[in-house]
């Protein structure tokens, strides 16, 4: 199978979906990029369709999971990316932080205007232990930036 490499990006999604329908090892890293190509693109439900391929094949890999709450809140479905992180939640995923993802389900609160919420979900991760530093830094940093349009600045 020849691939252009000339830099024409119609040809190369087209040579990515061939290798997606064709190839054998490497189609997943080809659905991959062509979910980041298209979440780029701006072209949000080709990205999502080659995201819920991936989840479907890899149930257990929270990143792809993750990604799809992501890609819902860029294409403005904020209520289904809170259910989608609320459902990672459910979920017994190997190594994820779950202040990760009550950061983002805070900060996704956040943008759908639900600033009791968010605020709800942050200070819940920000006082989650056993979590990586950077992920506890995070989520006390989004926290504070909610308890200021809160109006809350000394607590922020």
Known sequence: MALDRRGNLDAGRRDLELVVEKGFLEND????????????QGMFDLAMTK???LHAKYPENYLVH??????????????QALATYRQILTK??????????LTRL?????????????ERWLREAG????????????ARLE?????DLR??????
Do not use: F
């Open 51 to 53: 995201l819920s391929e």
């Open 106 to 118: 805070g900060v996704a609160s956040r943008m759908a205007g639900d600033l009791a919420e968010s």
């Open 143 to 147: 926290w504070g930036k909610t308890l």
């Open 127 to 138: 006082e989650t232990r056993n979590n990586s530093a950077a992920s506890l830094g995070i």
């Open 92 to 101: 017994d995923y190997a190594n994820l932080e779950r202040a990760a993802v």
């Open 29 to 40: 890293d080809a659905r991959t990029l062509l979910a980041i190509v298209y979440t780029r």
């Open 66 to 79: 993750l990604d799809i709450a992501a890609l819902e809140m860029l294409s403005n479905h904020p209520a």
């Open 151 to 156: 109006l809350q600045r000394t607590a922020a």
